[in-house]
C-alpha cells in the first residue's frame, strides 16, 4: 500500500520555492486518500545553529504553514522529528549501513559546508542518514520533494537496499521521488542560475509565505530578468533561465502548463507579464500568509495538533524500529 511521507526543515522563513517545489503538493495525497505524513524537521535544521526561540517559532510557524496549505492534521500526519525519538534511533543503524563514500558525493553537504568542512558539524555530515531514517521508519513508499533533494532520495534507496541485501531480507521499501510540476526549482529572483533559498543573504533573491502583497509586488517588479520580450513559444526560454523562472512560477500557481502560460502571454514584455505574475501571486499567496498568522494566534492548539501527530505517528514507527533491531540482532523484551 502507498505510503507518502515528506518534511520540511524549520530554519527561517518559508519561500516560495518550498511551497511550490513542496507544500502546494502535499496536500494532493491526502485529498486522494493516501496515509500522508508531515514532519517538521527540527533534528534537521540543527545540523547548523539555530537560535533557541527562533527554532521554536520556526517549528510552530511551519506547522500553520502546512495547514494553511490545505493539509488537515486530522487526515495527515503532522508532527514534528524530536517528538518521535525513532527517527533518531533508526538513523543510527543507517549510519551503520550508509559508507562514508556516499556521504562525501552529496552535493548538498558540499554547499553547505563549504571552503570549511573541518568546521561543519558531524549531524551536517550524516543529515541524509536520518533524512532517509524519516522516510523509511514508515516504510514509506513516495516522497513528493523539490529537485534538489533527489540525491538524498537516491541515498535513501541505497541505504534500504545494502540494508536489505546485508541481512538478507526484504523489508525496506525502495522509495519512489516524486518531484512533479513546473517548479520543481524555483530559482532566486536575483541569479537565474541560482537556487530560490530561505538561506541566501538578499530577502530581495525569494518570495517569503509571510511577505505583504506591496513587498511581493517589489520583489517581482525587481526580478532581474533579459531586455528581451518573453519569447513566442516554450522552446525559446531555452537560454533565458530568468524568463524561464518567472514562467514556471506562473505556471505553477496557476496551476497551468508551462505551454498554457506560453499562449496567453508569449510575446508581451516584462513590464505587461510582472505585473501580472504579482497579482497572481499576491492573489494565491495573500490567503495563505493570513491564514497562518490567524493559527499563530493560538500556539497551544498548534502544539497539541503536534503532540497528537507525534503520537499517531510513533504507532507506525514504532513496531517497525522494533522489527529492525530484531533483524539486526539486538536483543529486546519478549
Ligand atoms: P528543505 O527544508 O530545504 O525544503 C523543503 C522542501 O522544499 C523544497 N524546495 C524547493 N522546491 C523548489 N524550488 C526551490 N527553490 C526549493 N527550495 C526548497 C525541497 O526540495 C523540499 O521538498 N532534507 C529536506 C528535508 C527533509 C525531508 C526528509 C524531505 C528531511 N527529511 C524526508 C523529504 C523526506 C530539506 O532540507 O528540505
Known amino acids: 500500500t502507498p505510503r507518502v511521507f515528506s518534511g520540511i526543515q524549520p530554519s527561517g522563513n518559508l ?57 488537515d492534521p486530522q487526515k495527515s500526519i503532522l508532527f514534528n522529528q524530536s517528538q518521535v525519538p525513532e527517527h533518531t534511533q533508526m538513523a543510527w543503524v543507517f549510519n551503520c549501513v550508509a559508507r562514508m563514500g556516499w556521504m562525501k558525493r552529496m552535493t548538498q553537504f558540499k554547499d553547505k559546508a563549504g571552503k570549511n568542512a573541518e568546521q561543519a558539524s558531524l549531524g551536517l555530515f550524516g543529515y541524509p542518514a536520518l533524512m ?21 532520495l537516491e541515498l535513501t534507496r541505497d541505504i534500504a537496499i545494502k540494508f536489505n541485501n546485508d541481512y538478507g ?38 518570495i517569503n509565505l509571510t511577505d505583504d502583497a506591496d513587498t511581493i509586488a517589489k520583489k517581482i517588479r525587481k526580478a532581474k530578468t533579459d531586455p528581451e520580450p518573453l519569447p513566442e513559444t516554450t522552446e525559446g526560454l531555452e537560454d533565458r533561465p530568468e524568463a524561464r523562472n518567472l514562467v514556471n512560477i506562473f505556471a505553477a500557481l496557476n496551476d497551468q502548463s508551462v505551454d498554457q502560460v506560453m499562449q496567453d502571454m508569449g510575446g508581451k514584455p516584462f513590464s505587461e507579464f510582472k505585473p501580472l505574475l504579482a497579482e497572481l501571486a499576491v492573489e494565491k499567496l495573500a490567503p495563505i500568509s493570513s491564514e497562518m498568522g490567524r493559527l499563530m494566534q493560538d500556539v ?13 505517528a510513533r504507532t507506525i514507527a514504532h513496531p517497525i524500529l522494533r522489527q529492525t533491531y530484531d533483524i539486526i540482532g539486538m536483543v529486546q523484551p519478549a
Open 132 to 152: 532517509a531514517a524519516d522516510i523509511l521508519v514508515y516504510h514509506a513508499t513516495h516522497v513528493p520533494v523539490g529537485e534538489d533533494q533527489k540525491q538524498h
Open 15 to 71: 519561500t516560495l520555492g518550498n511551497y511550490l517545489g513542496a507544500l502546494k503538493r502535499f496536500a494532493n495525497s491526502q485529498n486522494e486518500g493516501i496515509e500522508s505524513i508531515f514532519c517538521m524537521v527540527d533534528l534537521h535544521a540543527i545540523t547548523v545553529w539555530q537560535e533557541p526561540d527562533a527554532l521554536r517559532h520556526a517549528t510552530r510557524q511551519l506547522t500553520a504553514g502546512f495547514i494553511a496549505s490545505g493539509i
Open 300 to 312: 497551544g492548539e498548534i502544539d497539541r495538533i503536534l503532540a497528537n501527530g507525534s503520537e499517531r
Open 169 to 206: 531480507v526484504d523489508f525496506f521499501p525502495i522509495t519512489e521521488p516524486v518531484i512533479e510540476g513546473a517548479a520543481t526549482r524555483v530559482m532566486s529572483l536575483r541569479d537565474g542560475s541560482k537556487k530560490m533559498s530561505k538561506s541566501d543573504p538578499s530577502d530581495m533573491s525569494r
